[in-house]
């Protein structure tokens, strides 16, 4: 083969290299960018669905403040219209945390939600139910100013821990008391699971 030909091939394999690992390093750089601008965006989406869902928590807690007078002495197996307004805000907080990524937080916010609707297991009058909504709805309020802070999730709150307990213990005297129905033989009851399962009445 000719020098000059050896040459030109070996100039033009050095050009194909030099193309190659430059478009190579083009790509990477689009890439990146790419990845930065979506967590970008999601964290942007994020904060407006943290801040749509906090000022819907604000709005519950001084309604809930402005609930007293004969619907606090209603018993809770009563339905009441405040509670429309309250699950309304309960909907649209849901509806909010959902756009936001951090699955962490998205969890937190559907499991107190989940504590909040089980409002009953509060006592037997509306008063109770309303301090049992307002306290979650500050706990949710902390979980979620945290997030916008971009500070750690706070601990759950051993107030909202007992909630949560007393709300499963409620739900199996429930589901126990249905059961009975369903069988109401004596033998198959033990006076003892019975009165351990119900949850203090006020």
Same mark, same amino acid.
């Given at each position: 083969m000719q020098p000059e030909v050896? @040459?030109?091939?070996?100039?033009?394999?050095?050009?194909?290299?030099?193309?190659?690992a430059s478009f190579g390093g083009v790509w990477l750089t689009l890439s990146h960018q790419r990845k930065l601008a979506r967590e970008a965006r999601l964290a942007e989406i994020g904060q407006e669905a943290a801040d749509r869902a906090l000022n819907e928590l604000i709005t519950l807690g001084?309604?809930?403040?402005s609930v007293r007078g004969e619907v606090a002495t209603m018993r809770t197996d009563e339905s009441a219209e405040y509670l429309d307004t309250v699950f309304g805000h309960m909907e649209r907080v849901q509806r909010a945390v959902a756009r936001i990524p951090d699955k962490e937080l998205r969890t937190r916010v559907r499991d107190l939600l989940t504590v909040m609707r089980k409002f009953r297991?509060?006592?037997?009058?509306?008063f109770f139910a309303v301090s049992w909504l307002a306290?979650?709805?500050?706990?949710l309020t902390d979980v979620l100013s945290a997030y916008i802070r971009s500070d750690p999730l706070?601990?759950? @709150?051993?107030?909202?821990g007992a909630?949560?307990?007393?709300?499963i213990q409620h739900e199996l005297a429930q589901r126990r008391r249905f059961e009975l129905?369903?069988?109401?033989d004596p033998a198959n009851v033990d006076p003892r699971?019975?009165?351990? @399962?119900?949850?203090p009445e006020h």
């Open positions: 050896l @040459s030109g091939l070996i100039g033009f394999g050095g050009a194909l290299v030099g193309g190659a001084e309604f809930l403040e297991t509060a006592g037997v009058r509306h306290e979650l709805a500050d706990e706070p601990p759950l @709150s051993e107030r909202t909630k949560q307990q007393r709300a129905m369903q069988d109401p699971e019975e009165d351990a @399962s119900l949850p």
